[in-house]
C-alpha cells in the first residue's frame, strides 16, 4: 500500500497542514521541522502525485513559446506543431501563450521576457540568439522561479533549465559527413547562414569544419557568408561567391533560405551539378529535394520538439526529474528517395 501524507504527519511527528507547507515549498515551517518531514517521506518512500495534487487545486499552467517574428517556414512548422500540442494540453490543464518577437532586436526580445511574470506565466520556451541583454533578461526570470526552456537553439551561457532540441555540432558533423562523399573529390564549399549570432549556426559550423578538415582536407570550406533572413540578400551573396569562385562544388546551408538559395541556383543553371546540404524539412527544402536541386536535409521532429519542451517545463515548475531518453531530439538525414508523405499543410503550400 503506497504511503500517504497522513502516513508522513505520523513518521514526523506533525500536523497535515505542516506537511502540505513543506510539501508545498510554503514558508513558516522551521528548518528542523521541515527535515524531520523531509527525513520521513525518505523512509517511508512516498512519491508524491504532483498531477493529482495540482489537479485538487485546480491548478492551470501558463507556459509561453517566444518565437522570432519571421517568414521563416520553420518556424510555421513551429507554430502549426504548437497549435496542435495546445489543443492536446488543454485536458491536462495547460495553456500555450504565444509571443513573437523581431528576429534582430535584442532590446524588444528583452521587453517580451520581462512581461511574462507579470502574466502569470510558469515557464518559457525560447528560441533565440544568446545576447548580453537576452542573458539578463533570463537571468531575472530565472530569479523570479520561472523555469525557462532553449528551444532549437542553445542558450548555453544563461540560466536557462534545459535546451530541447538536436546537438547541432553532431548535425554539422553529419552534414560535413554527407557533403564530403556526395563530392568524392577536390573542391570548394560555399557556407551559407542566417546569422552567427544563432548558437545553432555555431555549433553546426564547428562541427562541419572538424570532420570536413579531418576527413576531407581537399576540400576548402570558405568562409561563411550571412543573410540575415532576407531572401533577396542570399540570392546576391551566392551568385557573387559563385561568381568569383570558378572551383566551388558545393553548399552547406546552416538555416533558412531554402527557397531563395533554390532561386539562385536556378537563375545560374547550377542547381544540377551543386551539392547542396542543409537543414529542416520545410515545404520549400522538400520542392528542393523534389527537383534535385538540394542533395540531402538533416532535421528533426518538430512535434516531438514542442511535447518535449511542455512536458520539461511541467516537470521544471513541479520540481519533479525529467526523463532525459524521452526528451532526447534524434536527427534525421532525409533524402529525395526516402522523403516521408506529405501532410494536408504542407499540399496546400
Do not use: C, W
Amino acid at each position: 500500500m503506497r504511503p500517504t501524507v497522513i502516513d508522513i504527519a505520523k513518521e514526523a511527528g506533525v500536523s497535515l497542514a505542516t506537511v502540505d507547507r513543506v510539501l508545498n515549498e510554503r514558508p513558516g515551517v522551521r528548518a528542523k521541522t521541515v527535515q524531520a518531514v523531509q527525513d520521513a517521506i525518505i523512509r517511508l518512500g512516498y512519491v508524491r502525485d504532483v498531477a493529482a495534487a495540482n489537479l485538487a487545486r485546480s491548478r492551470t499552467y501558463r507556459m509561453a513559446f517566444v518565437l522570432p517574428d519571421t517568414e521563416s517556414q520553420f518556424v510555421q512548422t513551429l507554430l502549426e506543431a504548437l497549435d496542435l500540442a495546445g489543443r492536446m494540453a488543454a485536458s491536462a490543464r495547460t495553456e500555450i501563450i504565444l509571443r513573437r518577437f523581431p528576429a534582430e532586436d535584442p532590446h524588444a526580445l528583452a521587453a517580451i521576457l520581462s512581461r511574462l511574470a507579470a502574466d502569470d506565466i510558469a515557464g518559457v520556451a525560447l528560441m533565440a540568439p544568446e545576447t548580453p541583454i537576452v542573458r539578463d533578461a533570463i537571468r531575472s526570470l530565472h530569479q523570479q522561479g520561472m523555469a525557462i526552456v532553449a528551444l532549437v537553439s542553445d542558450l548555453p551561457n544563461t540560466e536557462r533549465d534545459h535546451f530541447v532540441g538536436i546537438d547541432n555540432v553532431a548535425a554539422g558533423r553529419t552534414a560535413a559527413v554527407l557533403m564530403g562523399r556526395f563530392l568524392a573529390g577536390p573542391g570548394q564549399v560555399i557556407v551559407v547562414g542566417q546569422s552567427m549570432l544563432l548558437r545553432e549556426s555555431i555549433e553546426r559550423r564547428f562541427g562541419f569544419d572538424q570532420v570536413m578538415m579531418r576527413d576531407f582536407p581537399q576540400v576548402e570550406v570558405l568562409q561563411t557568408v550571412e543573410s540575415h533572413g532576407r531572401p533577396q540578400v542570399l540570392r546576391q551573396i551566392v551568385a557573387e561567391t559563385l561568381s568569383h569562385g570558378s572551383n566551388v562544388k558545393g553548399i552547406y546551408l546552416l538555416g533558412v533560405g531554402h527557397r531563395a538559395l533554390s532561386e539562385a541556383l536556378s537563375e545560374l543553371d547550377l542547381g544540377q551539378r551543386m551539392v547542396v546540404i542543409g537543414h529542416e524539412l520545410t515545404p520549400h527544402a522538400r520542392a528542393a529535394l523534389e527537383t534535385g536541386r538540394m542533395d540531402a536535409v538533416i532535421t528533426q521532429n518538430v512535434g516531438h520538439l514542442v511535447r518535449s519542451a511542455l512536458r520539461v517545463l511541467r516537470a521544471r515548475t513541479d520540481r519533479v526529474p525529467i526523463d532525459e531518453g524521452q526528451e532526447q531530439i534524434r536527427i534525421e538525414i532525409v533524402i529525395r528517395e526516402n522523403l516521408p508523405a506529405r501532410t494536408e499543410s504542407q499540399s496546400d503550400l
